[in-house]
């Protein structure tokens, strides 16, 4: 049984930072994508960043690009996201995705929350 475990997640006042982390347990296999999404309160939840595993290939939401970098450490089976400068707009529960073939698959992890405010 997979489980994707976010933490990381909290208050924090604008321009400052925090990293969330996703932690995998179980086997997981044939990864095609690993990202970070995020749902605020009354909206539809969004990709914020992208993993794409043949290539490393990785993208952003333009909301986000240059102050948000996904990473991951295949020896401790976690995907992280670093968030700096981070505004009131960013507030939102995130949530960690992995997703994959043979046969296909979508593991959601439970959702942290981030709250920027002062």
């Known amino acids: 049984q997979v489980q994707l475990v976010e933490s990381g997640g909290g208050l924090v006042q604008p321009g400052g930072s925090l990293r969330l982390s996703c932690a995998a347990s179980?086997?997981?296999?044939?990864?095609?994508?690993m990202g970070w999404y995020r749902q605020a309160p009354g909206q539809q939840r969004e990709l914020v960043a992208g993993?794409?595993?043949?290539?490393?290939?990785?993208n952003y939401a333009d909301s986000v690009k240059g102050r948000f970098t996904i990473f991951r450490d295949n020896a401790k089976n976690t995907l992280y996201l670093q968030m700096n400068s981070l505004k009131p707009e960013d507030t939102a529960v995130y949530y960690c995705?992995?997703?994959?073939?043979?046969?296909?698959?979508?593991?959601w992890g439970q959702g942290t929350q981030v709250t920027v405010s002062s």
């Open positions: 179980g086997s997981i296999f044939s990864i095609n994508f």
């Open positions: 993993i794409f595993t043949s290539g490393g290939v990785t």
């Open positions: 995705n992995v997703a994959g073939s043979l046969p296909p698959y979508d593991y």
